[in-house]
């Protein structure tokens, strides 16, 4: 019964939160959000406008979301309850404490291990597509076979967004951070170089500091 409960209880949870996921996912996946960061009301205006209520629109991704939260919620209140009532309880402030925070770090780790694969194709499903213009996720079942087939099955036990765009994103923050490494580095020897000519020091040394530096990336 109380698994149950919170089967119904995480079902109704997910129908209200979904939209602010999708609108969340909208603005975290924002490449410009450091330039020109809209407001949740105006993303999800603009999500409804373009694709609007629907389960490609404000809706996108409910299948998944119902998963993770309904299961979640499902096996953490049966788990959790059930324990608790079968271990006796303690007089102790401190130990009963102990007891509640032992059971509920079980409960909720359990619950977080079922439900992850539904996390990832979640966030799948509501992030940017690989290839724009071009719907690669549609659905919850859907979207885990194809990273189980692409990536394997630690893929779809990752509570992360690691696809080819998360990829693509990361080599382009690391060519776009080893340029300003490399621009500072040439810019600190110039400084040098300009103190040291002030210094009156030998030439030969100048020519020496204005070699490559051997730990430039």
Avoid: W
């Avoid at 810019?187 to 500091?209: G, Q, T």
């Amino acid at each position: 019964a109380l698994s149950v409960a919170g089967l119904g209880s995480g079902l109704t949870e997910a129908l209200v939160v979904n939209p602010f996921e999708v609108v969340k996912v909208s603005l975290q996946a924002n490449r410009d959000s450091f330039k020109v960061q809209p407001s949740t009301f105006v993303q999800a205006r603009t999500i409804i406008n373009t694709d609007g209520f629907g389960l490609r629109g404000l809706n996108k991704g409910l299948t998944s979301t119902l998963g993770r939260h309904g299961i979640f919620n499902m096996i953490y209140f049966g788990f959790y309850f059930n324990v608790k009532d079968a271990i006796p309880a303690s007089q102790d402030p401190r130990l009963e404490f102990m007891r509640k925070f032992a059971i509920g770090l079980v409960s909720g780790t359990v619950s977080s291990c079922v439900n992850i694969p539904f996390d990832v194709a979640k966030s799948r499903i509501q992030g940017p597509q690989p290839v724009p213009g071009e719907i690669k996720y549609c659905s919850c079942f859907q979207t885990m076979g194809l990273v189980y087939r692409e990536e394997g099955q630690t893929s779809v036990c990752k509570s992360t967004y690691s696809g080819s765009v998360t990829s693509d994103m990361t080599r382009k923050r690391r060519g776009q951070s080893k340029t300003k490494h490399q621009s500072r580095i040439r810019s600190l020897k110039l400084e040098f170089l300009i103190e040291m000519s002030d210094l009156d020091v030998r030439e030969e040394e100048l020519e020496f500091v204005a070699q490559p530096c051997l730990f430039e990336p």
